[in-house]
C-alpha cells in the first residue's frame, strides 16, 4: 500500500472516486519512458512496413475500399460486390480468409455511402450494383 500512495504524488489528482471490482485488474503500475537518441536514429535509417508495402508493386496490402475503387476504375462500368471481390482477389489488390468476402464489401462500400455521402467514393446505381462516384 505504501508503494502506491508514494506512487501518486505522480498522478494528477482529479478528486474522483474510483471504484476497483477486483484486485486482479491491477496490474502494476505504467511507466512512461522516453525513447533515446539511439533508438529514434535507428528508426529513421529503417523504414517501417507500412513504407515498404506502399512502395511495392504488389498491393496485397490494400484495404478493401481501396481494392474496391481500384477494380471499379478498371472497369469502368457498374459492379455488383460478388464480381468486385472475384476481381480483386485475381489481381492480388486485397487478401482475405472470410468465409463471406462479397457480404464485407457491400457492407462497407453501403456504410460508406452512408456515412460519407455526397463526398462518398462509391454510389449505388440500383439494388447490388455500385459504381464509382464522379
Not at 464480381?83 to 468476402?101: A, C, D, F, H, S
Amino acid at each position: 500500500m505504501a508503494v502506491f500512495l508514494a506512487s501518486l504524488s505522480k498522478v494528477q489528482v482529479t478528486n474522483k472516486a474510483i471504484r476497483i471490482r477486483t484486485a486482479s485488474r491491477i496490474q502494476g503500475l505504467w511507466k512512461h519512458t522516453t525513447p533515446t537518441l539511439a533508438h529514434v536514429e535507428s528508426n529513421l535509417n529503417h523504414p517501417t512496413d507500412d513504407i515498404a508495402a506502399a512502395n511495392e508493386p504488389n498491393i496485397a496490402k490494400r484495404g478493401g475500399l481501396s481494392a474496391a475503387v481500384k477494380v471499379l476504375q478498371e472497369a469502368d462500368q457498374p459492379l455488383n460486390c460478388k464480381t468486385i471481390v472475384e476481381r480483386m482477389l485475381q489481381q492480388g489488390y486485397w487478401k482475405t480468409n472470410g468465409k463471406t468476402p462479397q457480404a464485407t464489401i457491400n457492407a462497407a462500400i453501403a456504410r460508406e455511402i452512408k456515412t460519407k455521402g455526397d463526398n462518398s467514393r462509391f454510389r449505388k446505381v440500383q439494388r447490388g450494383l455500385f459504381a464509382l462516384a464522379k
